[in-house]
Nanobody, 115 residues
Framework: QVQLVESGGGLVQPGGSLRLSCAASGFTFSRYSMSWYRQAPGKERELVARITSTYYSTNYADSVKGRFTISRVNAENTVYLQMNSLKPEDTAVYYC????????WGPGTQVTVSS
């Protein structure tokens, strides 16, 4: 059974940091590019960051460049998103996504940035 389980979300003050984790099981994690998406209330889901399967190449949304870092540990079937200098506009549900055929989504974890 395929599972993607996000963790690490929560409430943080502006300027703070959070580290999201996504634990994968039930498929060959190392063969999948992995990404983080987010969806704020009333907005479309958007790509935040992606890391490829082979060369660990990364790309980021302009809004998070220099603040967020995506990484993966294939031996642990886990992808991470380190989020620094958080802003209120980063508030959203964050989703882990395994890109491929078929693709998989996690249920999401809430991140709220507020004072």
């Amino acid at each position: 059974q395929v599972q993607l389980v996000e963790s690490g979300g929560g409430l943080v003050q502006p300027g703070g940091s959070l580290r999201l984790s996504c634990a994968a099981s039930g498929f060959t994690f190392s063969r999948y590019s992995m990404s983080w998406y987010r969806q704020a209330p009333g907005k479309e889901r958007e790509l935040v960051a992606r890391i490829t399967s082979t060369y660990y190449s990364t790309n980021y949304a302009d809004s998070v460049k220099g603040r967020f870092t995506i990484s993966r540990v294939n031996a642990e079937n886990t992808v991470y998103l380190q989020m620094n200098s958080l802003k209120p506009e980063d508030t959203a549900v964050y989703y882990c996504h395994a890109e491929g055929f078929p693709s998989y989504w996690g249920p999401g974890t809430q991140v709220t940035v507020s004072s």
